[in-house]
């Protein structure tokens, strides 16, 4: 990340904590939910900036920033708990099936002729025409002998 574009992240970022600390102190509770607004702009700047330091900044739960950012959480055991089991459940894709190119350039359709006399002269044609004009060969290749 070149410096001016931190430097914008970082004037960005406050920023946006004055808007939390306002938004803080004019709340009408405790309890209600942090605007839609200004977690999208939390998530805009954890993109650009580390989402600790900017969890740190807002004073947000850094758990809460990593779901909003759509991180799936680390999980510490090896084996898979329930709600790690149902959530993989839940996520789980349908089958999709991806046809890949051939590795080698497939023939084109045409017409490929083969003609052998009693003497043993062979002639072959090979045409990607759709209607090639082999008949005057044909009659030239058979009635010499």
């Not at 089991?85 to 890949?100: G, H, I, P, Y």
């Not at 090979?126 to 030239?140: D, F, K």
């Amino acid at each position: 990340m070149n410096s001016r574009t931190n430097s914008h992240a970082e004037h960005e970022l406050t920023q946006l904590a004055a808007c939390f600390e306002h938004w803080r102190q004019h709340r009408t509770s405790r309890a209600e939910p942090i605007p839609q607004s200004l977690w999208e702009q939390a998530v805009a700047l954890a993109t650009v900036l580390p989402r600790s330091r900017v969890a740190r900044q807002l004073r947000l739960s850094g758990q809460a920033l990593k779901h909003r950012c759509g991180a799936q959480p680390l999980v510490a055991s090896a084996q898979p708990t329930r709600a790690t089991a149902s959530e993989a459940s839940r996520t789980a894709l349908d089958f999709v099936e991806v046809t890949a190119p051939a590795p080698w350039p497939l023939p084109t359709s045409g017409t490929e002729i083969e003609l052998h006399r009693g003497d043993g002269a062979r002639l072959r044609i090979r045409s990607h025409e759709p209607q090639p004009p082999i008949a005057a060969l044909v009659r030239t290749f058979l009635e010499t002998c």
